[in-house]
T-cell receptor
Framework: AQSVTQLGSHVSVSEGALVLLRCNYSSSVPPYLFWYVQYPNQGLQLLLKYTSAATLVKGINGFEAEFKKSETSFHLTKPSAHMRDAAEYFCAVTTNYGQNFVFGPGTRLSVLP | SQTIHQWPATLVQPVGSPLSLECTVEGTSNPNLYWYRQAAGRGLQLLFYSVGIGQISSEVPQNLSASRPQDRQFILSSKKLLLSDSGFYLC???????????FGPGTRLLVL
């Protein structure tokens, strides 16, 4: 069975500062890993995904994440935060095409002016 | 391109009333379909998934049921709503044999 933990239910950064959202996973087989973003009262939008190709994955809106097998991590980063990045971010893991898609509890990102 | 629709966007229902939420996908055929619930301040809980017409798998026993009467239509139902059914319901789809899920805009349900 898979599981996902996201350290920090709420992260605040200043505009222009580095964004780092943490995700650690547990999986007995090679995982597929995802980051989704959710703006208020909206569905989830795919930011990026890791599917066993390059370990550094670039996504939309300037975000990227690095898969580190030794640390079982898939942290999300962005060099410079923008006000529009304020949202909730979910890390997710699956192994067999979605039938056991597991989401983390989410991290709410606030961007301060 | 593919699009996914959910309606209604918002729904307020009394306890004990029935429920029907609809999800449709356009631009693809034979998708996998999923229903999730997101309770306030919590993550996403997978409720049901379907790999084909009439094929429904339930992840969590509860007051809800799902049906897939057509290839690209997924319906979430309840005969009698409970207060605990309040939440944000998200429908998602994925291509057969692929891992990425794409989400609809969601339906916010408030049971009073």
């Amino acid at each position: 069975a898979q599981s996902v933990t996201q350290l920090g239910s709420h992260v605040s950064v200043s505009e222009g500062a580095l964004v780092l959202l943490r995700c650690n996973y547990s999986s007995s087989v090679p995982p597929y890993l995802f980051w989704y973003v959710q703006y208020p009262n909206q569905g989830l939008q795919l930011l990026l995904k890791y599917t066993s190709a390059a370990t550094l994955v670039k996504g939309i809106n300037g975000f990227e994440a690095e898969f580190k097998k030794s640390e079982t991590s898939f942290h999300l980063t962005k060099p410079s935060a923008h006000m529009r990045d304020a949202a909730e971010y979910f890390c997710a893991v699956t192994t067999n095409y979605g039938q056991n898609f597991v989401f983390g509890p989410g991290t709410r990102l606030s961007v301060l002016p | 391109s593919q699009t996914i629709h959910q309606w209604p966007a918002t729904l307020v229902q009394p306890v004990g009333s029935p429920l029907s939420l609809e999800c449709t996908v356009e631009g693809t055929s034979n998708p996998n379909l999923y229903w999730y619930r997101q309770a306030a301040g919590r993550g996403l809980q997978l409720l049901f998934y379907s790999v084909g017409i009439g094929q429904i798998s339930s992840e969590v026993p509860q007051n809800l049921s799902a049906s897939r009467p057509q290839d690209r239509q997924f319906i979430l139902s309840s005969k009698k709503l409970l207060l605990s059914d309040s939440g944000f319901y998200l429908c998602a789809w994925s291509r057969q044999g692929q891992e990425t899920q794409y989400f609809g805009p969601g339906t916010r349900l408030l049971v009073l």
